[in-house]
């Protein structure tokens, strides 16, 4: 018999068909974090279930001195679920936790799980507003970024989490959008999420306000500092600094 090393938990009861689900990981300027992190406190989002894996860490995260699972599931009531991490993913979990994603997002009939994530900038400092770039799996998502009026990320590579969880999608013929916005590639980056929470605006018909998280922005970096370390050092394992070696656009 194989052996299970992916659970979701607490979400049995709960009916997801026909949600968007986001996807915040870290990875490029914690971007995806930090949004999913924001976007979960703006709406006042319950949690809902989390995920287990033989494959992560022994990793429990304490809040208001209740124990948590680091990888966890939110709900807005509606249509809206978000799936965020407080840790960083080892390279051995992350096949297995996209995978996973994947396939139980298209069991459970979810309509679009969108990954968020940065794009490293060499000339980041130099960008006011960062620009969002989309990738998209069939021509449908194609249409809705279109519609949003989302740049098609058009040439490059993706490498790491993100990626893994596009080709598991793909697999599973689970439609999904990849979202990517200009960030640093070594520093916690809330300016790309803004921007990133701002296209989800546009693309879902939300309406989170960045006005906090750009005022927060120096405390966020500040206490996101620990988790932008072990970050960087899985982006190196992952090879992921050579990609800025790539011409045009590249992630």
Same mark, same amino acid.
């Given at each position: 018999?194989? +052996?299970?090393?992916?659970?979701?938990?607490?979400?049995?009861?709960?009916?997801?068909?026909?949600?968007?689900?986001?996807?915040?990981?870290? %990875?490029?300027?914690?971007?995806?974090?930090?949004?999913?992190?924001?976007?979960?406190?703006?709406?006042?989002?319950?949690?809902?279930?989390?995920?287990?894996?033989?494959?992560?860490?022994?990793?429990?995260?304490?809040?208001?001195?209740?124990?948590?699972?680091?990888?966890?599931?939110?709900?807005?009531?509606?249509?809206?679920?978000?799936?965020?991490?407080?840790?960083?993913?080892?390279?051995?979990?992350?096949?297995?936790?996209?995978?996973?994603?994947? +396939?139980?997002?298209?069991?459970?009939?979810? %309509?679009?799980?969108?990954?968020?994530?940065?794009?490293?900038?060499?000339?980041?400092?130099?960008?006011?507003?960062?620009?969002?770039?989309?990738?998209?799996?069939? $021509?449908?998502?194609?249409?809705?970024?279109?519609?949003?009026?989302?740049? $098609?990320?058009?040439?490059?590579?993706?490498?790491?989490?993100?990626?893994?969880?596009?080709?598991?999608?793909?697999?599973?013929?689970?439609?999904?959008?990849?979202?990517?916005?200009?960030?640093?590639?070594?520093?916690? %980056?809330?300016?790309?999420?803004?921007?990133?929470?701002?296209?989800?605006?546009?693309?879902?018909?939300?309406?989170?306000?960045?006005?906090?998280?750009? %005022?927060?922005?120096?405390?966020?970096?500040?206490?996101?500092?620990?988790?932008?370390?072990?970050?960087?050092?899985?982006? +190196?394992?992952?090879?992921?600094?050579?990609?800025?070696?790539?011409?045009?656009?590249?992630?």
């Amino acid at each position: 018999m194989e +052996r299970e090393t992916f659970r979701i938990i607490g979400m049995e009861g709960v009916d997801v068909k026909g949600a968007k689900l986001l996807v915040g990981i870290p %990875d490029v300027g914690l971007v995806g974090v930090i949004a999913t992190s924001h976007i979960v406190q703006s709406l006042k989002m319950k949690e809902l279930g989390h995920i287990d894996s033989d494959e992560v860490p022994p990793i429990v995260v304490i809040h208001e001195n209740e124990p948590k699972s680091p990888i966890r599931f939110y709900g807005d009531g509606g249509n809206l679920l978000v799936l965020t991490t407080e840790i960083v993913l080892p390279p051995t979990a992350i096949f297995t936790v996209s995978r996973g994603i994947a +396939r139980w997002a298209k069991s459970q009939g979810v %309509d679009l799980v969108i990954g968020l994530t940065g794009l490293a900038t060499p000339n980041r400092l130099e960008i006011e507003k960062p620009a969002v770039y989309g990738v998209a799996t069939n $021509p449908e998502t194609r249409q809705i970024l279109g519609k949003a009026g989302i740049k $098609p990320f058009e040439e490059g590579l993706l490498v790491g989490t993100y990626a893994t969880l596009l080709r598991e999608c793909l697999r599973a013929e689970q439609a999904n959008l990849t979202l990517l916005a200009e960030a640093h590639l070594q520093f916690p %980056d809330p300016g790309a999420s803004a921007s990133i929470i701002e296209t989800l605006n546009r693309l879902l018909n939300l309406n989170v306000d960045v006005g906090e998280l750009l %005022d927060k922005a120096e405390e966020i970096r500040v206490k996101a500092r620990e988790l932008m370390k072990r970050t960087q050092e899985q982006l +190196r394992s992952l090879k992921k600094i050579q990609e800025q070696e790539l011409p045009g656009i590249y992630v």
